[in-house]
């Protein structure tokens, strides 16, 4: 986990500790991440797949009611519809399903997609718009990556599924030397701006080397590519549906912890969110913190913590959103108000993606 | 190779007049009297008891453990001999003259193209270039396809894009990366693309095309069009995992694609030898559960028959096929290569003079009555002072604008790209001397 701090020793310290201490099993203020043990001796049963954060439940950026879903002015266009109680999982899938319904073009294929994906994030689809449409490939994510690709460069739309950020790897060359590439390559003659590749990502607790990476540092580097992470189920829906429908390759990487613990009233139409912009999500002036997925939550509890040490401390927190293009405006504007950042993700500190934050603002 | 043991033999040591190591014959003609699936203990010889396993085929129990070396290997299919007589009057190409000099033409400018333009790269007039020399006849698999088939190219298929009209113009801009490439004098040399003519733009690494020709036929086989990917390569970058990954999925999802390889015998310097070990690439397809063909791949009209067969299974049947067209490399890789540090001079000589894609279609056409001398040597010299033309004129032209340099990395500059365009504009006016944009169209 990486926490970069430009000013207030003191600050840092402090936020730092709270921040390694909810990694730690026993917690004072509300248990944020249920220990394993405590998972067993209350339910008798095995950590599902995707990890398992109640935490989220409990959280003030989650959008409980339909009502404080729809004062978000991000979704005026659909202010006036119903929303539905949906968890990212079932927000993704909805979007999908809108994608497939509103593009004839559209197809979504990967590994386990047809019987419904190993998060359920493809249940029905298969069913409700044909095996022609959501379909299985072999086991080769440079398979998955480059039929997308080629899909792509005829028009259509391809919704590629690589089940695990950590097997995106043999991807990699097809992503970065191909997808990122082919418009300017071409010089516009040809682009895949319909590849939209969605991927879990991030910790869950047993998750080891290769069921938690978070590898957004590795496509940030690639001009060409885009890189979004929706925090909740409202964001994934909104986001996905303009990843899917923007006309650059874009990588979507799904916290897979928020899967089943995010839950929100999700609207039922058709909207986007934009790219490229970050949401601030708490109003401060004390200090900026930035942090994009499952990690928002983790640093509103740090937040929280700190308040009790430090009251009156007043934090403006940022959920950067895309983290390329990512928006620099937004996290400048509050640090010139605020005067000190901290960010803090997943990936590793060493030329992890907070690098490039700080030292844009630092510049 | 292919093990198999059987159930008794798993209790003592495997007597040796069990193992058959000889090779197997490629088809097998197996009936299977016995409906009981795990009877696995059969003494009636004649009855051949099915494997059902979900991951099985087509495969029958057997008590006798087959190591198999290798299957029968693929022959290669020709039409002409290598002085361009057709072998079976049944396999007499049934074309109009018109059609068939086209492509012997095609093939003479090619030749022409690519001895000037590999010169031009010797005299540091181009930075860089790649030869077609000794493969010409794939130009006749350009001549099987329809305008609307889309190509994914290696880079050693220029011809085909000649074929379909790119202009000699086109391929000067491009090798000059000059302010009227297409691709915006963003690439090296030989990297040519065409939307207009349905040629995905070259790229650099090797087989990447080839996944992406299998989603680019998928799409086309749910557009309903009646058309199918044409995908090019060599026998080296069918070593690359992509082959593995493009082949694979092309059959499972069944897509209107035809993977054509170049086997020309070497990969740079890298023999065919130390490429692989099994029956060249043709062998492979066949594994994938494809429809695959080998040919003669210096014989235009075994080529275009080839490509025509294919495009029938792979555009009515929704098949992916896989052609392995034998030929050798006359030329060297690239400019960047000098072939005699690693095969001689009297082997290239050799193949130019017993086994010449040119010669065969020449003796081909000057037997029908359709070609000769006289009209050889006019093209030849039009061709030239052609392209010597459009050569110049390339030479003459400035590069593209320096602010192309940061358009369609997106479809729309992002605010990164908009912040750094501006530096480098700031920087070009401030150091003038050190930023000289003579040689670059100006800015709109």
């Given amino acids: 986990m990486s926490v970069s701090l430009l000013k207030n020793p003191r600050l840092a310290s402090t936020l730092a500790s709270a921040s390694k201490t909810l990694f730690h099993q026993n917690m004072a203020v509300k248990n944020f991440h249920t220990s394993l043990k405590s998972h067993y001796a209350a339910t008798n049963s095995p950590p599902p797949a995707e990890g398992f954060l109640p935490g989220v439940a409990n959280s003030k950026l989650i959008k409980h009611t339909h009502h404080d879903a729809l004062r978000n002015p991000e979704l005026a266009g659909v202010a006036n519809g119903e929303t539905k109680k949906m968890n990212t999982f079932q927000a993704v899938n909805d979007a999908m399903s809108i994608a497939l319904a509103t593009d004839d073009t559209a197809c979504v294929f990967g590994e386990d997609v047809a019987f419904g994906g190993v998060f359920r994030c493809t249940m029905g689809l298969s069913e409700m718009f044909g095996r022609d449409r959501v379909f299985n490939t072999p086991l080769s994510e440079q398979a998955i990556a480059g039929f997308g690709i080629g899909m792509a460069a005829m028009g259509s739309t391809a919704i590629a599924e690589i089940q695990f950020a950590d097997y995106i790897f043999p991807a990699f060359d097809q992503l970065v030397n191909e997808a990122a590439k082919y418009r300017y390559r071409s010089g516009g003659e040809f682009n895949v701006g319909g590849l939209c590749i969605r991927t879990p990502c991030g910790a869950v607790g047993h998750g080891g080397h290769y069921h938690s990476q978070h590898p957004e540092a590795h496509f940030a580097h690639t001009p060409g590519l885009k890189v979004v992470v929706p925090r909740s189920p409202i964001q994934a829906k909104g986001l996905l549906l303009a990843s899917i429908r923007d006309r650059n390759p874009v990588i979507f990487m799904e916290p897979k912890i928020l899967y089943r613990a995010a839950v929100e009233m999700v609207p039922v139409g058709d909207y986007e969110l934009p790219l490229g912009k970050a949401e601030v999500l708490t109003q401060g002036t004390d200090l900026t913190i930035v942090g994009w997925g499952a990690q928002l939550y983790v640093l509103e509890n740090a937040i929280q913590i700190a308040q009790k040490k430090m009251p009156g401390l007043s934090v403006e927190l940022i959920d950067l959103r895309s983290i390329l293009p990512w928006d620099v405006e937004t996290v400048c504007n509050s640090v010139n108000k605020t005067g000190r950042l901290l960010i803090a993700h997943e990936a590793p500190k060493t030329q992890g993606f907070a690098a490039e934050i700080a030292t844009t603002v630092m510049e | ?444």
């Fill in chain 2, 1 to 444: 190779m292919y093990a198999r043991v059987s159930v008794r033999a798993l209790a003592r040591s495997i007597p040796s007049k069990a193992i058959k190591a000889t090779p197997a014959p490629l088809t097998h003609s197996a009936k299977a009297f016995s409906t009981s699936a795990l009877s696995m203990d059969s003494h009636k010889k004649k009855e051949r008891v099915k494997v059902h396993f979900p991951g099985a085929l087509d495969s029958h129990f057997s008590q006798v453990l087959e190591i198999r070396e290798k299957m029968e290997p693929i022959d290669t299919f020709r039409v002409m001999d290598t002085d361009g007589k057709v072998l079976d009057k049944a396999l007499e190409p049934e074309v109009t003259e018109e059609f068939a000099t086209k492509i012997y033409k095609d093939m003479l400018t090619l030749n022409v193209m690519d001895l000037i333009l590999y010169e031009a790269q010797r005299q540091g007039r181009i930075s860089f270039y790649m030869t077609n020399a000794g493969e010409e006849a794939y130009i006749g698999s350009a001549a099987a396809l329809d305008p609307e088939d889309e190509i994914f190219g290696q880079y050693r298929e220029a011809g085909t894009l000649l074929y379909r009209g790119f202009t000699l113009d086109q391929f000067m801009n491009q090798c000059y990366s000059n302010d009227m490439d297409l691709g915006k004098g963003r690439q090296m040399p030989v990297h040519y693309g065409s939307k207009a003519l349905h040629f995905q733009t070259i790229s650099s690494p090797l087989a990447t095309q080839l996944p992406q020709a299998s989603g680019a036929a998928y799409a086309i086989k749910r557009s309903g069009k009646k058309n199918c990917v044409m995908c090019y390569f060599g026998e080296g970058a069918a070593s690359e995992g992509d082959f593995h990954a493009a082949l694979n999925i092309a059959a499972t999802t069944s897509c209107p694609v035809i993977f054509f390889c170049r086997n020309n015998g070497f990969a740079i310097s890298t023999p065919a030898n130390e490429q692989y070990k099994g029956d060249g690439i043709a062998s492979r397809g066949v594994g994938y559960g494809m429809h695959t063909i080998r040919v003669d791949g210096n014989d235009v009209w075994a080529v275009y028959k080839a490509t025509q067969e294919a495009r029938k299974i792979a555009v009515e049947k929704h098949k992916p096929v896989l052609i392995e067209a034998m030929t050798y490399r006359v030329g060297h890789h690239s400019t960047s290569d000098d072939s005699s540090a690693y095969r001689s001079k009297k082997e290239v000589e050799d193949w130019k003079r017993h086994d010449n894609p040119m010669v065969r279609m020449r003796k081909w056409l000057e037997s029908k009555g359709w070609w000769d001398e006289a009209r050889e040597n006019e093209h030849k010299s039009t061709q030239r002072s052609a392209v010597l033309k459009s050569f110049a004129a390339a030479e003459k032209r400035k590069k593209p604008a320096v602010s192309e340099m940061f358009n369609d990395v997106y479809d729309k500059l992002t605010p990164n790209l908009i912040e750094q365009k501006k530096e480098l504009e700031e920087l070009i006016k401030k150091f003038p001397a050190h930023y000289d944009t003579s040689n670059y169209a100006k800015e709109n």
